[in-house]
């Protein structure tokens, strides 16, 4: 295929998938990701993935995109802004991250990248691959640094310039050639904000955060009782937590989000202190019905308050 087919090609995924909402789109060559290796392997030997033991699994397809699909040529890099058009009432007292106020992204995401799929299939020829968004054993970041949709930063999230880091990642792993995106270089600098932030300090060096001591880990991932050595670090954190990115100077340039899902119900803006130390049964899933919060259940966002409650 000529570089003019190809060229030709990838402009047409962009735009179809700039019709279905996506920010940012950029294309990798599907291939080993030989510089994450090394440190994909010395993180989980650190034990930094806590009790994420998923981590763990499927070392060599995290890291070699072939061994998901098969005949894959193509790594195409998706991005969707979820930064709101307004931020939960700071009377409330107890926070929720950003990613959650509205519908789980899970859903609403993997509907676009099937509807991008199809819409491929019809323009452009048959098309084999999987749509990927948080739900299989993808270096996404990675991926979407190499595509040229952003760098990592010090924090380990994405940061895209001019537009910061409120931003969902997807993939699509395709066994047909498109034109590769050049990464763009890091623009951290000598800034030090997230570090300098961070309350846990999971942060441990610039570009490396150990999992287990995040505030978003001990909100969401794990089960069992929060330590006692975090008492009162958690800055009223109920669920996940924006710290590190509410402080990247590059975030001032965030837009809220055009999709209607990712809008909070006007219920959690009313909800006071006391409601919260209440929340009932009825309550949780009137609020967080087809939300991310669903996955820590009533009885983990209780046990997360509880603990932010004791002195």
């Known amino acids: ?24 789109c950029g294309i990798s060559k599907a291939d080993f990701l030989e510089e994450e290796a090394p440190r994909l392997e010395h993180w989980l030997n650190q034990q930094m993935h806590g009790q994420m033991s998923y981590m763990a699994n499927h070392f060599d397809k995290r890291l070699d995109p072939r061994k998901l699909v098969e005949g894959a040529q193509s790594v195409v890099s998706l991005m969707y802004n979820y930064y709101p058009k307004q931020e939960l009432n700071e009377n409330q007292h107890y926070k929720l991250s950003k990613y959650a106020y509205g519908k789980d992204y899970h859903k609403v995401i993997r509907k676009k990248l099937k509807q991008l799929l199809k819409n491929l299939n019809e323009q452009i020829g048959e098309i084999h691959g999987r749509a990927f968004v948080d739900s299989a054993p993808v270096l996404e970041k990675a991926w979407a640094q190499k595509s040229g949709l952003g760098w990592v930063g010090k924090n380990t999230n994405l940061i895209s310039k001019g537009h910061g880091s409120f931003f969902f990642l ?20 000598t800034c030090t904000k997230c570090i300098d932030a961070c309350p846990t300090d999971a942060i441990t060096r610039p570009y490396v955060v150990d999992g287990s001591k995040c505030i978003s880990y ?26 590190c990115q509410d402080v990247c100077p590059w975030n ?8 209607s899902a990712f809008s909070q119900k006007e219920a959690l803006n009313h909800m006071t202190k006391g409601d919260w130390e209440e929340i009932t049964e009825e309550l949780f899933d009137t609020l967080f019905e087809s939300s991310a919060v669903k996955r820590t259940k009533l009885k983990g966002l209780k046990r997360n308050i509880s603990f932010l409650k004791e002195k």
């Open 1 to 24: 295929m000529s570089s003019m087919e190809l060229y030709k090609r990838s402009q047409l995924l962009k735009k179809e998938a700039a019709s279905l909402g996506f920010d940012f």
């Open 170 to 189: 997807a993939e699509l792993i395709i066994d047909i050639p498109l034109e590769p995106d050049a990464p763009t270089k890091d623009y951290c600098g």
């Open 218 to 243: 001990f909100t969401i991932e794990l089960k069992e009782a929060i330590p006692q050595e975090v008492k009162g670090k958690f800055e009223n954190w109920m669920f996940g937590c924006d710290i």
């Open 252 to 259: 001032r340039f965030s837009s809220p989000t055009h999709e």
